[in-house]
């Protein structure tokens, strides 16, 4: 640890959000031919939440960063950075961060989106900590939102069961300190395996919007390894070590992964947030609604020393060590 006062970027306030309507397996069971036993046992997943229709990418963000504001006591005019990390935009452009800046009613901040679909959140952090440290900005909205629903063919159910929506922010504060903050991130991208985990569409090539499609098992098992590595990687540079972790705060794609990284990691398990239960997978959304999720209900508290860590189509994958 520096004993030196560095600027960095501290959580000053997290907020989220979900649309109202959820979906259990069972009700997913009389679409799809599945059933709540094997969506809990494969995935550990119970329920998701759907946007309705006129509930969008940037409804659901600017709901969590009007959140995230109230709980820093920050008003939205002082926000210089808005950093929207989603892979399902309400246009192709301009950036749904444009959006949400002016349903905050900001009429001047830097905003723009960052596609790297569940890693997204991560790379969102790093881009705005390192941004807050160059001193583009003293306060950043960081957000990860998501309404995959809409990218989901609903005919499979090997993707269709695994998918919800909703999203998640915090409001980064710059601030001269020791040990608080964001202290390391690490992010990784490996494009060869964009044929495990794609939207089958796109406008420069079907000018489509396209379908989620995945070869579930290869996506597992590269997610448990890389997830593992990014985490180690992340602890270094930060000068912790794992037994030190309060807690882990991972992309909530299945029980099972966040159970192997644990393991892999010596992690205990009930030291990791899981949301996955409730949530589904949320792809940008997932890292931020588990923290937001846990600071409010009294697990994650200020001093607590926090690794994110997110995998995803790319493949593209990351971590970050945070002193809450
Ligand atoms: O967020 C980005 C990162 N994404 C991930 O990390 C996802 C990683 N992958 C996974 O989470 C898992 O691989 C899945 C949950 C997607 C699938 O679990 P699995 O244990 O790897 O199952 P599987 O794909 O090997 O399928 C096993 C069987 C198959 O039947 P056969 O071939 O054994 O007869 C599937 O057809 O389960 C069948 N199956 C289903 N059965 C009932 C697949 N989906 C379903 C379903 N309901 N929804």
């Known amino acids: 640890m520096t004993t030196d006062l560095i600027r960095r970027s501290v959580i000053a306030g997290t907020g989220s959000a979900l649309p109202p309507r959820r979906v259990t397996n069972a009700e997913l069971a009389e679409r799809v031919d599945t059933t709540h ?39 939205a005019q002082q926000v210089g950075l808005i950093v929207l990390a989603t892979a399902t935009p309400d246009q192709t452009f301009p950036a749904s961060a444009t959006r949400v800046q002016t349903m905050l009613g900001i009429n001047d901040c830097i905003a723009f989106d960052v596609a790297a679909v569940c890693t997204g959140f991560l790379y969102a952090l790093s881009v705005a900590d390192n941004m807050i440290k160059g001193g583009m900005a003293d306060y950043a909205l960081v957000i990860g939102s998501e309404t995959f629903s809409r990218i989901l063919d609903w005919e499979d159910r090997t993707t269709c069961v695994l998918f919800g929506d909703g999203a998640g922010a915090i409001l980064l504060k710059a601030e001269q300190t020791r040990d608080q903050g964001v202290l390391a991130t690490r992010l990784h991208a490996d494009g060869r395996h964009n044929d495990l985990l794609y939207v089958d569409g796109g406008v420069s090539t079907t000018g489509t919007v396209g379908k989620l499609r995945m070869k579930g098992k290869e996506v597992f098992r590269h997610a448990v390894v890389n997830l593992a590595d990014v985490l180690n990687e992340v602890l270094v540079a930060s000068g912790h070590e794992a037994s030190e972790v309060d807690w882990v705060v991972p992309h909530q794609a299945n029980k099972r992964i ?67």
Do not use: C
């Open 258 to 324: 966040l159970d192997a990284t644990a393991k892999k990691l010596g992690l205990a398990p009930e030291r990791v947030i899981v949301t996955v239960d409730q949530h589904a997978n949320t792809s940008a959304a997932s890292v931020p609604l588990a923290l937001d999720t846990a600071i409010r209900d009294g697990r994650i508290k200020r001093g607590d020393l926090l690794v994110l860590e997110a995998m995803g189509g790319g493949f593209t994958w990351g971590a970050a060590a945070v002193r809450y």
């Open 37 to 75: 036993e094997w969506i809990v046992e494969r995935t550990g997943i119970e329920a998701r939440h759907i946007a309705a229709d006129g509930e969008t990418t940037a409804t659901l963000a600017t709901e969590a960063a009007r959140k995230a504001l109230a709980d820093a006591g920050v008003e």
